[in-house]
């Protein structure tokens, strides 16, 4: 075992757990203590190697442990560093940190199109939260920014590249949840993309569960395209005797009356699903008659829309010039695309 | 005149052959370790030569070698990073072209060290050309029983493959390396595990630069301590520096870490002084170390005279030194404009990012479109703070140090030549011409003047 | 700035692609040289060796005769071949010309060189003459900065250039008229 602070507040933890799970060990130990777990973007605990990419979760160790106390020298992602005896972490009581978490966010939002009015995540977006917890007001920078194609990888999943923050959550899914990758990230740099190459669909039992792993909208549900904005309806736990062995067919049903919009994995306090769904239960049962309702769904409402945060005043405009492809996205008939 | 321990023989005839080069002593530290001295030993000879990575890190190679791990049953590699892809620097090529059994013979005594049986040369994919001098002299080798099974009779088995990328700086850092060799993407891997326990095909595998392990080739032949005599404190032995830039005399030179850097850069038998205007500013290191003006380069802040050895190179710290690096060095004439420089020093990093982790994909392209601005007469005095803030938010945030490399060459340029960028944003119609400076100098303001 | 040259990812308007029978035997020896169960790792080699067999860039048919000669998955190559700059993704002209653009060559005039070049061939760097001799690339340091500006076309460095260096290498490649590669011997 090893004790480890954070931000001041103490817990012990088995070896090898990672500063990011100790941290969410003590938010989930004590709700008021939620403030020292670091955001998260592309680790996802279920999925083997994520995490390190997006550099949001980076903290300061200001003490290595009880034997070597000497500081580490640079910021260190929490999700991949495991704790050490005696180990002193700062989240957000570290300015310097704070303020290079900030640069990561901005970086995170530069090429970012910022649709959220058309995009089908907004609301339950960890990168509106991401932004809004730990970002700027306004972002400094002014150059056009990057776009793709929208594009369909199959019947039911929508591919926007522009809005990837590059996480690789759904690379590790293709490689770990279905018996064959057909997508992957190509090119370099940042034009880098998630991409099929070819013209391929993701055709597999598991595909489906990449919407679930995405952070953003960059992956979407084509059967609940457009259909509602998610604070309109009301989820509810349900579940049904799946055939497939890999799946429990535990879910929560999106529902709009006795309508059942969207079926998606049930997800935990941290945003992380907590057993995958096959794509016979997201997709095809969308009959409330399929399903056994267990109750309401208690969902933690601490996203910016759901807490109408948007609706603060501000001290200056939220770009210093327009997004250039929120107009241009519309112009290419993407609302028609229903 | 300094000794030469690698190019000693380098202009003999004959020396790229195997003939050639055995006529000049070459594999007697591959006799001498595999018959006379134990793997330890050898080990021992090394920490004793101090020597340090000549890739550019500079991290002791004893210390290194020493790290890895030696499960029982598990195969352990030797790599040889010959990736070299660092703007300034081409030593590695020039030593493989000419001298191609002097790597080799470094490997085979290295790799007696270490206990790897298999060792690779990755070779970047530009050098085809050497991969096959490389290719060639290997099968020399092979056939003389110099590689192979038990070479000598001592029961070392030993062979050696190589490598060629495709195109990718980062492929360089030793892990990005490693993915490349394995046949996938050249993405850096988060650390730890570090590759001394966890390497190629998750082995254990030491990483060592080409200069780094021919270099073992005259330590195991004259002992560490006789190679730990040239040099001063922790920069033992020799070192092969790439001139280039504004000098008279580009090429490649052995010198003796310790020669001043005056006498580097203005004696005819190194750089040769500049050619023809006057210097400006150097890059001692590869365009990842901060460039410095002239003067700075000449003398340490407590104005001593600057060598060229690590410590002294550093001396000043980020503010006013820099660092030995890969040993790429390059210098400005004052026709060269910092800005522009800085802008293809950032186009090269944006272009060279694998975009695996933010700061480094999104900041490096945000830089090279700022100084982009700037060096085309499109600036304003705001941006040069906010490349100073972009740079900052790269550096130290990122998987790999490319992130840290695509930082200090801004970070340096804008803390040595403010003024440069100042001019940029209030002589905008002037720095439109693209040789602005060659036409008329730039000056320093009375404000700027380096004390 | 580079303009973003997307792919060619379809095999429409392609050729078929299929390996010589000295580039399979290659591609074998390559593959044999890891250990066990590591044959992956002959892939960028066997890109190579691709490319020099479909005039020297890798369309999706290519990739796809690499997939299937190596047994991976086809986004494993495509993935792969993305990543490096010295693979091709769309067809090129008889001649790549490589210049050399990164600052020590750029101390030493390829600014002008390339300039030059972009002029006599009456293209930018990133396009291909309409004839389909040359294509002309502004790479990123070559390693040669001692003996810049330089060029590379297919295996050979061009060190030491001057304009008429340059003009004189053009002429001569021109009347010359056979592909280069880099596996070129």
Redesign the interface.
């Known amino acids: 075992m090893a004790k480890v602070t954070i931000d001041g507040v103490m817990i012990e933890v088995p070896d090898g757990t990672t500063i990011l799970q100790a941290a969410r060990m003590i938010g989930e130990r004590n709700k008021a203590d939620r403030h020292v777990v670091p955001p998260a973007m592309c680790y996802y605990t279920s999925l083997k190697t994520s995490g390190g990419y997006c550099r949001t979760c980076i903290v300061k160790v200001t003490k290595g442990s009880d034997k070597d106390p000497r500081p580490m020298p640079k910021p260190v992602a929490s999700c991949r560093t495991a704790v050490m005896d005696g180990m002193e972490v700062a989240n957000t009581t570290d300015p310097g940190l704070v303020d290079a978490r900030n640069g990561v966010v901005e970086m995170l939002l530069i090429n970012h199109p910022l649709d959220c009015p058309i995009c089908d995540q907004a609301g339950e977006c960890h990168l509106q939260d991401l932004s809004y917890e730990n970002g700027k007001e306004a972002s400094r920078y002014e150059f056009e920014r990057r776009t793709f194609d929208p594009i369909d990888i199959g019947d039911t999943i929508k591919l926007h590249m522009t809005r990837c923050i590059l996480c690789y959550r759904c690379v590790k899914v293709g490689e770990q949840l279905t018996d064959?990758?057909?997508?992957?990230?190509?090119?370099?740099g940042d034009?880098a993309e998630i991409?099929?190459?070819?013209?391929n669909a993701i055709e597999n039992d598991f595909s489906g569960n990449m919407i679930d792993v995405c952070p953003v909208g960059a992956l979407t549900d084509r059967t609940f395209r457009f259909a509602s904005r998610v604070w309109f309806t009301k989820p509810v736990n349900a579940h049904r005797n799946c055939g497939n062995p890999r799946c429990n067919g535990h879910v929560v049903l999106w529902l709009k009356g006795n309508e059942v919009l969207r079926v998606t994995g049930r997800k935990d306090m941290w945003g992380e699903v907590e057993s995958f769904i096959c794509n016979t239960c997201r997709f095809d049962k969308k009959d409330l008659a399929a399903w056994t309702v267990e109750g309401p769904r208690q969902i933690d409402r601490h996203s910016v829309i759901n807490q109408g945060h948007y609706n603060l005043e501000r001290k200056q405009a939220l770009l210093t010039s327009p997004a250039p492809n929120v107009p241009e996205l519309a112009k290419r008939k993407e609302l028609k695309d229903r | 005149m300094g000794r030469k321990l690698l190019f000693e023989h380098i202009d003999k005839p004959g020396i790229r052959g195997l003939e050639g080069y055995r006529a000049n002593g070459g594999y007697r530290s591959v006799e001498k370790a595999l018959k006379t001295l134990s793997p330890e030993a050898v080990l021992e000879e090394v920490k004793k030569s101090g020597l340090r990575g000549r890739g550019g890190a500079g991290f002791p190679t004893g210390m290194k070698w020493s790290f890895l791990a030696k499960p029982e049953g598990v195969?352990r590699y030797l790599v040889v990073n010959a990736d070299?892809?660092?703007?300034?620097?081409?030593k590695?090529?020039y030593l493989m072209e000419r001298i191609p059994h002097i790597l080799i013979e470094g490997m085979i005594t290295s790799s007696f060290a270490l206990g790897a049986k298999?060792s690779y040369i990755y070779i970047?994919?530009?050098?085809?050309?050497v991969a096959?001098i490389m290719e060639q002299a290997i099968a020399e080798a092979r056939a003389a029983g110099w590689l192979g099974k038990n070479i000598l009779g001592s029961g070392f088995d030993h062979d050696i493959?190589v490598?060629?990328?495709?195109?990718?700086?980062i492929c360089g850092e030793e892990t990005a390396l490693l993915e490349?060799?394995?046949?996938?993407?050249?993405n850096p891997r988060i650390k730890p595990p570090f590759p001394a326990v966890k390497g190629l095909?998750d082995c254990p595998t030491v990483v060592n630069n080409v200069e780094t392990i021919a270099a073992v080739v005259p330590i195991v032949n004259d002992g560490g301590e006789e190679y730990a005599k040239i040099g001063i404190g922790k920069s033992t032995g020799t070192k092969l520096i790439?001139?280039?830039?504004?000098i008279k005399r580009?090429?490649?030179y052995e010198i003796d870490l310790g020669v001043t850097c005056d006498e580097f850069i203005n004696s005819d038998e190194y750089c040769g002084g500049v050619d023809g205007r006057a210097f400006k500013a150097v890059?001692p290191g590869g365009?990842s170390v901060p460039i410095v003006p002239y003067e700075l380069f000449l003398k340490t802040p407590a104005g001593e005279n600057r060598l060229m050895t690590y410590e002294s190179l550093s001396e000043g710290g980020f503010a006013q030194g820099t660092m030995m690096g890969s040993g790429?060095f390059?210098a400005?004439n004052d026709a060269?404009c910092i800005v522009?420089?800085t802008w293809?020093?950032t186009?090269?990093y944006h272009?060279?990012s694998?975009g695996q982790c933010s700061p480094c994909r999104e900041g490096t392209g945000w830089m090279?479109?700022v100084l982009?601005r700037l060096e085309h007469g499109e600036g304003r005095t705001e941006d040069i703070d906010l490349l100073w803030d972009i740079q900052r938010k790269i550096e130290g945030n990122t998987i790999c140090p490319l992130g840290d490399a695509a930082a200090w060459p801004v970070a340096s340029a804008i803390r040595h030549f403010r003024d440069e960028f100042e001019y940029h944003v209030t002589h905008r119609e002037k720095v439109k011409d693209?040789k602005h400076f060659a036409r008329e100098p730039f000056r320093k303001s009375a404000k700027f003047a380096t004390a | 700035?580079?303009a973003?040259t997307r792919?060619i990812?379809?095999?429409e308007g392609t050729k078929p692609f299929s390996f010589s029978e000295a580039g399979l035997a290659e591609c074998k020896a390559l593959m044999a040289?890891y250990?066990e169960g590591?044959s992956?790792?002959?892939?960028?080699?066997i890109?190579?060796v691709a490319q020099a067999e479909n005039d020297g860039w890798l369309s999706?048919n290519a990739m796809d005769a690499v997939a299937q000669v190596m047994g991976l998955?086809?986004?494993?190559v495509?993935?792969?071949a993305?990543?490096?700059?010295?693979?091709n993704l769309h067809p090129v002209g008889t001649y790549v010309l490589?210049v050399c653009?990164?600052?020590?060559c750029?101390?030493?005039g390829s600014?002008d060189l390339i300039t030059h070049l972009e002029k006599k061939l009456g293209i930018h760097a990133g396009e291909t003459t309409k004839d389909g001799m040359f294509t002309l690339k502004g790479?990123?340091?070559?390693?040669?900065?001692?003996?810049?500006p330089m060029l590379?076309c297919g295996?050979?460095?061009h060190e030491d250039l001057t304009i008429e260096k340059a003009d004189a290498l053009i002429d001569q490649l021109r009347a010359r008229n056979s592909r280069t590669n880099?596996?070129?011997?």
């Open positions: 064959g990758r057909v997508h992957g990230v190509i090119n370099r034009v991409s099929t190459y070819i013209q | 195969p070299e892809s660092e703007p300034g620097t081409f590695d090529r298999v970047r994919g530009e050098y085809f050309y096959r493959h490598q060629v990328g495709a195109g990718a700086y490349s060799l394995e046949g996938k993407r050249g095909y790439s001139a280039g830039g504004n580009p090429g490649v890059v365009s790429g390059y400005y060269q522009r420089s293809n020093h186009r090269f272009h060279e694998c090279e479109k982009h693209p | 700035m580079s973003r792919p990812t379809t095999t040289r250990p590591r992956k790792s002959a892939l960028i080699p890109l190579h999706v998955r086809h986004i494993e495509y993935e792969v993305s990543f490096y700059s010295m693979f490589d653009r990164t600052t020590p750029m101390l030493r600014d790479v990123e340091c070559l390693g040669s900065c001692g003996t810049a590379q295996a050979q460095f880099y596996t070129d011997r």
